[in-house]
């Protein structure tokens, strides 16, 4: 069973940064491709960034694009949002996602329903 625990989440100004954390486990197969999601209330969740395992390709949403950046610790099965020049609009609860198959695929998708397992959210405040 694939579990993701986040941690990183808080409050800060515009303009100010944060690292969010995912530390998976249970991956039972070698490739896996690991993303970030967002969630305001009343809106559908939508996707940030992702990479995978093999390569390191990543893909991240217009809106983020140049300002956060997706990585991650193969060794230690982590991943990392390094988020800067945060704005209001990124308040959101931050979900990682997790999606492993048997062969590499290539490039991340953003779309929610390609993933298959889900932390438990942490929270992100950005004031202006």
């Known amino acids: 069973q694939v579990q993701l625990v986040e941690s990183g989440g808080g409050s800060v100004q515009a303009g100010g940064s944060l690292r969010l954390s995912c530390a998976a486990s249970g991956f039972t197969y070698r490739v896996n491709y690991m993303g970030w999601f967002r969630q305001v209330p009343g809106k559908e969740r939508e996707g940030v960034a992702a990479?995978?395992?093999?390569?390191?390709?990543?893909r991240y949403a217009d809106v983020v694009k140049g300002r956060f950046t997706i990585s991650r610790d193969n060794a230690k099965n982590m991943v990392y949002l390094q988020m800067n020049s945060l704005k209001p609009e990124d308040t959101a609860t931050y979900y990682c996602?997790?999606?492993?198959?048997?062969?590499?695929?290539?490039?991340?998708?953003?779309?929610?329903?390609?993933?298959?397992?889900w932390g438990q959210g942490t929270q992100v405040t950005v004031s202006s």
């Open positions: 990479i995978e395992n093999v390569v390191g390709n990543a």
């Open positions: 996602a997790a999606k492993q198959v048997p062969l590499w695929y290539g490039v991340p998708t953003l779309a929610e329903a390609q993933y298959d397992h």
